[in-house]
């Protein structure tokens, strides 16, 4: 299956733990993302790589950090967790920062912290 | 500022109404307009965008540059139409997605 994946579906953990999400895509694309949905269905970019360098951070707090390794795999580290970083997750992928924008999403990684 | 606006949060319709998912944006460039759905448990995915000039699943977008606009028509509605619609905008250079808050569109048998 050509897609994007993430690992975890779920992940419930207490306040001020460090965890990490995985993403991977097989599509082939040069540019990936990380989006927050919050608890009113809001959508909006965290980051987006291309070819495994930054591009856009949009203010963050600094305890998110993500990591490329390869074009194929985004992983979004989350240290000192709070309460307000209960969300879901969306990894997305695009072909890159020119032609096509359609983007492809992952299934999304719902984070709760208790 | 680069924003989306969706006014509804939620649209209830019977089905084989007509149903209309307004979508209004603020963008000084030429931006790429989208629209993603996202049915009960599964990913988010793209439904039109606004450069194909496509029908899918029975939807059509028109954008209205003059006013801003990139509502989602169907003229029937189906239960299966059930879903959280989102409109997108892509600002030129930036291959990011600006998103509205979503639309929750129920059709009622």
């Known amino acids: 299956d050509t897609a994007v994946s993430q690992t975890p579906k779920y992940l419930v953990t207490q306040m001020g733990n460090d965890k990490s999400i995985k993403c991977e895509q097989n599509?082939?694309?040069?540019?990936m993302y990380w989006y927050k949905q919050d608890s009113k269905k809001f959508l909006k970019i965290m980051f987006s790589y291309n070819n495994k360098e930054l591009i856009i951070n949009e203010t963050v707090p600094n305890r998110f950090s993500p990591k490329s390794p390869d074009k194929a795999h985004l992983n979004l580290h989350i240290n000192s967790l709070e309460l307000g970083d209960s969300a879901v997750y969306f990894c997305a992928s695009s072909p890159g920062t020119s032609g096509s924008r359609e983007q492809f999403f992952g299934p999304g990684t719902r984070l709760t912290v208790l | 500022a680069q924003r989306v606006t969706q006014p509804e949060k939620l649209l209830s319709v019977f089905k084989g109404a007509p149903v209309e998912l307004k979508c209004n944006y603020s963008y000084s460039g030429s931006p790429e307009l989208f629209w993603y759905v996202q049915y009960s448990r599964q990913r988010l995915q793209l439904l039109l965008r606004h450069i194909s000039r496509e029908s899918i699943k029975g939807f059509t977008a028109d954008l209205n540059k003059g006013e801003t606009s990139f509502h989602l028509k169907k003229p029937f509605a189906q239960e299966e139409d059930s879903a959280m619609y989102y409109c997108?905008?892509?600002?030129?250079?930036?291959?990011?997605?600006?998103f509205g808050a979503g639309t929750r569109l129920a059709v009622h048998p």
């Open positions: 599509l082939g694309h040069d540019t």
């Open positions: 997108a905008l892509s600002p030129g250079g930036y291959n990011k997605l600006i």
